[in-house]
Structure formats: structure tokens, C-alpha cells
């Protein structure tokens, strides 16, 4: 495994080395995002949302990746009734299926036994774990390609996409 301490990750390089499919499994209630706090803090006061700096540049990154042709997809296992973080997400998400990314939803009672870290499966070839600190907070990632771990990503990834609800259809619920 190698460790890979950019503080933010590098997502363009990540993006632009991969080749076919991008797919990411979000497992965590909460997360400790410095470029999120304001906005997330805005949203729990009742207050209107800020431009999002950040959110566009990772939208344009999508938008970037999709136009080679390549798939961006996410399971987001979430409890339910949802945290206030997931309640917020929610509400932001829309800006990224506009973008291109294929974002679904397992309520945590219905997923069974999930990992407990939040990955990326690149091209079917390659784990990127994103690693947080004790506070939550991003911490870099690790990056694999033993065939034992991109494996069994490969079936976590089937096995909850197959239980996943589409976040139009979700956020409508």
C-alpha cells in the first residue's frame, strides 16, 4: 500500500489516470471537511447557501472526466433517520449528478455488513482509501493494488449497487 500524504488529495491526477471507471463507497455519518464547515454550518442555521469554490472545481473535474469516458459513480450507506450532515448532503447533492456523477443511496439497516472505511475503485484495478485524522478530518490516502483488496471492493461495490437508490429518486422519498 502506498500512502499518499497531499493535503487536499490530489483528485486531478487521480481523475486523469483513470482510464474507464471511477466508483467510491461513502460509509461515514459525518465528515470533518474544512472546505465544508461554512456552508454546512449555513445550512444547520437556516441560512442561505454561499458559492462553493470548492464544489465547482470538483464538478468541473467530473465534467473533465466523464467527456474521456469515464463512468463516476457512488454509494452513499446512510442511517435513517439521517444525520445532519447527511441531511445537508441531500440538499447539495444535485449539483453533482448535474456534473455527470451517478450518485445512489443504501439506508445502513438495509446494506448488511459494509466496510468500515470510505474507498475509491479505479478501473476496477486499484483501491484509494480516504484516510481521516482521530478528529475526522482528511488525513491523505492509500492507494492498493493487491488483488485480495480490489476484489472484494469489486463485490462490495456490486453487491450494494444492486441495493442502491438513485439520488433523484432518493431525495424525493
Not at 490530489?10 to 482510464?19: E, I, P, S
Not at 467510491?24 to 441560512?47: N, Q
Not at 435513517?80 to 449539483?95: A, F, G, I
Not at 483501491?127 to 471492493?153: F, M
Request: glycine share 6%; charged share 25%; hydrophobic share 35%.
Amino acid at each position: 500500500m502506498i500512502y499518499l500524504p497531499h493535503d487536499p488529495p490530489d483528485w486531478v491526477t487521480l481523475f486523469r489516470g483513470c482510464k474507464a471507471e471511477a466508483f467510491h463507497l461513502e460509509v461515514r455519518d459525518a465528515y470533518a471537511v474544512p472546505t465544508e464547515s461554512d456552508r454546512f454550518r449555513r445550512f444547520l442555521a437556516g441560512e442561505p447557501a454561499l458559492p462553493d469554490e470548492h464544489k465547482d472545481r470538483w464538478n468541473d473535474l467530473i465534467r473533465e472526466t466523464i467527456g474521456r469516458g469515464v463512468t463516476v459513480s457512488r454509494v452513499r450507506v446512510v442511517t435513517v433517520p439521517h444525520t445532519d450532515y447527511h441531511r445537508w448532503l441531500l440538499s447539495v447533492t444535485d449539483t453533482n449528478t448535474e456534473a455527470g456523477e451517478d450518485i445512489r443511496y443504501v439506508p445502513r439497516h438495509l446494506a448488511a455488513e459494509v466496510p468500515p472505511d470510505d474507498w475509491w475503485l479505479i478501473d476496477n484495478e486499484r483501491v484509494v482509501y480516504n484516510l481521516v485524522n482521530e478528529q475526522g478530518k482528511p488525513a491523505g490516502l492509500a492507494v492498493t493494488t493487491d488483488p485480495g483488496i480490489v476484489g472484494y471492493s469489486r463485490s462490495v461495490k456490486e453487491r450494494l449497487w444492486g441495493l442502491a437508490t438513485p439520488y433523484a429518486e432518493y431525495v424525493n422519498q
